[in-house]
């Protein structure tokens, strides 16, 4: 008799006489093999020929964060997540295998249950560098699973659009059976992970009195020395909560039978920010269903709502912005007078900042799609899918008369509303079908996708009193604008996957997408790419190796573009209205015509292999990987003769090319569990072709130049410190240069340094390799994650220090705090310090505080990104009550993070979707540790 039964090998038993016999089946390992998402469907794991990294629900369920693309960080090897502020709902930075563009954009594409959703924040108002992040508005917990396709093989189905990785998420689904009901909680609170020292009002008196006496050795005047302090302000005690709170409710229910299923959900995330008046709350509601009409047609959606509440601030470089302003206030002067009214600081008061004014930002999104499916004949399938995402930005602000920021205006507001939207149609066929050996699954399809942005605002100024805020109250309108935009793509794809005999794999894809935002001639561009695999495991001279479970090599090719960053219209002639002159209505031109403007091009070679030893108790992968990025889209400068400032055209190329390397063992597995996941990635970026080989400045510390990586910091590097006069040259000493100054690397050799002629590439933003680990633990019913992030090799430019008195220790000292370990290493004699020059006011301070590598620290750092301990009650307690689990845990988050920065944080950024000016350090807010506590109730 033979024994089968789904999802093991059938056994045969001869039946004989025997009354009773016993079979034990063995797991057939190719039917319970990881089935992954891709783009368009779905393919066993063991089948892959690209380069797809993926990350499972239970990896990130109850991480307390507001985004999912802040839950995969540093999870997938080769995918560099920066979380560049702590501010809640914050922007995030993703790049997929290095950056590839310097204009156009560098995040993934994300598509959420097959729809490409939009990534662009919208806002209107000013806050500084801080933006918002459109992702956090999907419900982390409603999340199934998230895939990354990171080579140009599993990539270029999404041709334009795919050139820096794309990022399929998929939500969870119902399940024929039993309806269950989950409740997940968590709470609790965020602090700083990091404190970092300044002087105390004393101290400070102490070293601006110390810079003050040596300007008058060195020049023979007399200036004033400061008092006693009445005062002894520690300003971020002021600006900042002790603790901040964070908090989490969601409940879903999840069932079906055969023929409908269903998962529904709705959450509650709130945030406080640690900034006085800053908060952040997100609600969210899911419905994906799924009916079989009948044998033949089955018909679904999948459909996210959601509404959050972001109760901003100013972030970083902005004279207003509360943070900044806190680490670079005086400590000798008071946040408020004694009758309560607030003091008026050399800077902007801090406080009054984070408390005056009031930024709402309020986000409404739907996104999802319908679908039905239609099965034509045995293996052959048609579906038709409509969906979009819908996301509406309102935002208000406000700013008295008594703030820093509405005082020149008596009062500042601005209302505005902006609209992102995309509409998708997708027809797809999908066959498979097998001939002996050959196994065979092919898809061909059509899309099309409408994108439409509006924007409205206006603003008012001169307000009768605080008590009025809104716009009507304003006596004056000073601006106030409308804009449309839209653009569209339309796309031909397909795709053929062979198998043959198990061991012999090949995949072809090609899309070929259309898109208005060029002219005619370049308005169509074709994305192939090719990938094989050989399962050497299979063959049978390596049956004799017991050891070896699984050996596949993989090789892929393909081509992928980009085609963010640019406008709608860059490549017309473009007119403008609003030209207007005596009350008298004007249109003028405002953009030069390009025909010849078309995608970026990212050609990528990938080389890897797959192996998994003792049953796959080991399986690694290991990838080489070679990207080539031509026709960047960059603005060219033009002469203000022509009447123009810019052109956007293609110039120039990047490359990327690395190794990434991951790991999975289970190392215990009998009643102790124990299992280690391993990733780690070094890429080489750097750029090598511009207009012309001509380098250019972007911000303020960065260059682009050719053989130089994204981000190089172009600097005066510093040598050391001068310790006597007669080591200063005479064209310095002339200037106010004394010992105990800063001495900089003299590079064209004149005896003089000036911004112009001295300054050299001195460090990068780019990791040499960066990755993560986990180990997870589990006996009986305890549990115990252990994750760890890192990156090495990368540079921060603590601009914070540049600006507040740290960075020139007395030049401007009565207007700025000190850091504490830079007076505390400062120059005070010969051999005293090499690194940190004296406390000095005028001149010599000011040529200290130089933009310099005197301010660019090593930002490498390992952090002890998510611990999480739980217990699951034993099923014999929880069905007592009639629950089907009970499980109580405590999370920490960023707990402990051991770095060389002196910083508060060394991922922060100032502007992280800049990939030019990443890393800059100008006062951004942490991120935060935070611990919770929750509970997973199932019914």
Known sequence: MVYRFVGYLAAERPVGNASEINVALESDTK???EVVVVGYGTQERRDITGSVASVKSDEIQNIPVAGLDQAIQGRIAGVNVTSSSGTPGGGISVRVRGTSSISAGNDPLYVVDGVPVSNSDISQGGFGNQQINPLAEINPNDIESIEVLKDASSAAIYGSRASNGVVL?????????????????????????????????????????????????????????????????????????STASISNLQVSVRGGDEKTKFYISGAQFKQEGIILNNEYERKNLRLNLDH??????????????????????????????????ALQSRPDQPAFNEDGSYFATQRNNPVQGALEPEYETTIFRVFGNVYGNYEILPGLNYRLSAGGDWYNNKEFQYEPITSGQGFGTKGYGLA??????????????????????????????????EFVTERQYVEGTDFPSSSFRYITSAAKIPSGTSNW?????????????????????????????????????????????????????????????????????????GITGNQEGIGDYAAMALINGGQNYNDQSGIAPSQLPNPNLKWEQTKQSNVGLDFGFLGNRISASADYFIKKTDDLLLSRPLPRTSGYTSITENIGSLENKGFEFAVSTKNLTGAFKWT??????????????????????????????????????????????????????????????????????????????????????????????????????????????VFFQYSVGNEVYAMWKELDGAGNLGAGANNNAIAKDEADDRWTGAGTSNSVPRAVYGAAGSFNAQRSSRFLEDGSYLRLKTLNFGYTLPSSVVDRVGLRKVRLYATGQNLFTFTEYSGFDPEVSSNAQDAVTAANDQATLPQLRSFTLGVNIGF
């Open 31 to 33: 039917l319970l093999e």
């Open 169 to 241: 998420i998929t939500t969870k689904k119902g399940k024929a059976g039993k309806t269950q009901v989950d409740i997940d909680a968590y709470a609790g609170v965020q602090d700083f992970t990091k404190e970092v020292d300044f002087l105390n009002a004393t101290e400070y008196t102490s070293i601006v009195n110390e810079a003050r006496q040596n300007y008058m050795n060195d020049t023979g005047k007399t200036i004033g020395l400061l008092g006693a302090p009445a005062y002894n302000t520690n300003w971020i005690d002021e600006v900042t909560r």
């Open 292 to 325: 079989a009409v009948s044998s033949k047609i089955k018909i679904g959606t999948n459909l996210g709502v959601s509404r959050s509440t972001n109760n901003r601030i100013i972030g970083d470089n902005n004279i207003f912005a509360p943070w900044p302003n």
């Open 416 to 449: 505005g509303n902006g609209t992102a939207s995309n509409y998708l149609i997708e027809n797809t066929f999908d066959y498979a079908k097998s001939f002996g050996d050959l196994n065979m699954t092919a898809l061909v399809g059509y899309t099309f996708q």
């Open 485 to 557: 935009t839209s653009s569209a793509l339309e796309s031909y794809l397909g795709r053929v996957n062979l198998d043959y005999a198990d061991k012999y794999l090949l995949s072809l894809a090609i899309r070929r997408d259309g898109s208005s935002k060029f002219s005619e001639d370049n308005k169509y561009g074709t994305f192939p790419s090719v990938s094989v695999g050989w399962r050497l495991s299979q063959e049978s001279f390596m049956q004799d190796l017991s050891f070896l479970s699984d050996l596949k090599l993989r090789a892929s090719y």
């Open 676 to 785: 280690t996941d391993f990733n780690i990635a070094f890429i080489d970026n750097k750029v090598t072709k511009l207009n012309n080989d001509e380098p250019f400045d972007r911000g303020f510390v960065n260059r682009v130049a050719v053989g130089q990586p994204i981000g190089a910091f172009y600097l005066l590097e510093q040598e050391g410190v001068y310790q006597s006069n007669d080591e200063v040259p005479e064209k310095l000493f002339a200037k106010g240069v004394r010992a105990g100054d800063v001495k900089f690397r003299d590079i064209n050799g004149d005896g003089d340094i000036t911004t112009g002629a001295d300054r050299t590439f001195v460090g990068s933003a780019v990791p040499d390799y960066f990755g993560g680990i986990t180990n997870n633990f589990s006996y009986k019913g305890f549990d115990l994650s």
